[in-house]
T-cell receptor, first 110, second 112 residues
Framework: GESVGLHLPTLSVQEGDNSIINCAYSNSASDYFIWYKQESGKGPQFIIDIRSNMDKRQGQRVTVLLNKTVKHLSLQIAATQPGDSAVYFCAGGGRRALTFGSGTRLQVQP | KAGVTQTPRYLIKTRGQQVTLSCSPISGHRSVSWYQQTPGQGLQFLFEYFSETQRNKGNFPGRFSGRQFSNSRSEMNVSTLELGDSALYLC???????????FGQGTRLTVV
């Protein structure tokens, strides 16, 4: 089955710096990979996704990179802001039956 | 457009009891998925319903069950509650055709 994990449990960055959150996966059959953001007391919020046949996708201040050779996924957040402080999850598999990683807590220092 | 609504937000139950949680998806969404979130296991997929039929099921015991109604609202039930069932239960809805899943705020269940 799918196994999705994260390299670091906590990432601390300075406001204005770029953030990079990493994720490794095991199941090459995943159709999609998705990044979610979860703030305290809230449900996960969709950030960006990438299909398995792509290697890069950009959104507003976020970029997701997919390296299928090493089964690695990353989320880059440009000009990190205090509002970006949250736990970030990568998820893979089918859209309606996702396997989530354990999460990385992003702390933005003023 | 209203988001995914889960009720109740908080619940305290005693071991051995059963509980029913409710999820109202976004209007027009026919797929509802349920997830359990705990500090130790993270977010784990429970099951997914589409048009009143369970389409996918995660690796949870039979004490965990669900159903979906004709208006796409869904309920999940946990019988014979155990302390380890204490968790945040999240519901996500999506439209057909592979669109993104939108999560509700969850129901925090505490089993004492």
């Amino acid at each position: 089955g799918e196994s999705v994990g994260l390299h670091l449990p906590t990432l601390s960055v300075q406001e204005g710096d770029n953030s990079i959150i990493n994720c490794a996966y095991s199941n090459s059959a995943s159709d999609y990979f998705i990044w979610y953001k979860q703030e305290s007391g809230k449900g996960p919020q969709f950030i960006i996704d990438i299909r398995s046949n792509m290697d890069k996708r950009q959104g507003q201040r976020v970029t997701v990179l997919l390296n299928k050779t090493v089964k690695h996924l990353s989320l880059q957040i440009a000009a990190t802001q205090p509002g970006d402080s949250a736990v970030y999850f990568c998820a893979g598999g089918g859209r309606r039956a996702l396997t989530f990683g354990s999460g990385t807590r992003l702390q933005v220092q003023p | 457009k209203a988001g995914v609504t889960q009720t109740p937000r908080y619940l305290i139950k005693t071991r051995g009891q059963q509980v029913t949680l409710s999820c109202s998806p976004i209007s027009g969404h026919r797929s509802v998925s349920w997830y359990q979130q705990t500090p130790g296991q993270g977010l784990q997929f429970l099951f997914e319903y589409f048009s009143e039929t369970q389409r996918n099921k995660g690796n949870f015991p039979g004490r965990f069950s669900g159903r979906q109604f004709s208006n796409s609202r869904s309920e999940m039930n946990v019988s014979t509650l155990e302390l380890g069932d204490s968790a945040l239960y999240l519901c996500a809805s999506s439209s057909s055709g592979g669109s993104e899943a939108f999560f509700g705020q969850g129901t925090r269940l505490t089993v004492v």
